[in-house]
Nanobody, 124 residues
Framework: QVQLVESGGGLVQPGGSLRLSCAAS????????IGWFRQAPGKEREGVVC????????YYSGSVKDRFTMSRDNTKNTVSLQMNSLKPEDTGTYYC?????????????????WGQGTQVTVSS
């Protein structure tokens, strides 16, 4: 059974940092793409970052580029998202997801698996 389990969300002041983690298990074959989405209240879910193992490329959404960094630990089957210089508009539920390909907007698409999400709130 495929599982993606996120952790690390919380409340942080503007300008602060948070680190999210996602532990993946149960895959019979390694997904080609893995990344993060987020959904703010009243808005559609949007891609944040996506890594494709096919080319070794990481794609970031323009709104988080240069502030967020995705990393992977293949020995532990985990991915992390380091979020710096957080803004109130970064508030939302963050989901780890796998897929077949990445878009240049930082979305993992195709045969998606999703985690349950972790809440990030940026507020003073």
């Amino acid at each position: 059974q495929v599982q993606l389990v996120e952790s690390g969300g919380g409340l942080v002041q503007p300008g602060g940092s948070l680190r999210l983690s996602c532990a993946a298990s149960g895959f019979t074959s390694k997904p080609n793409a893995i990344g993060w989405f987020r959904q703010a209240p009243g808005k559609e879910r949007e891609g944040v970052v996506c890594f494709t193992s096919v080319t070794g490329t990481t794609y970031y959404s323009g709104s988080v580029k240069d502030r967020f960094t995705m990393s992977r630990d293949n020995t532990k089957n985990t991915v992390s998202l380091q979020m710096n210089s957080l803004k109130p508009e970064d508030t939302g539920t963050y989901y780890c997801a796998t897929g077949q390909v990445c878009t240049i907007k930082g979305e993992a698409v195709g045969r998606n698996y999703w985690g349950q999400g972790t809440q990030v709130t940026v507020s003073s």
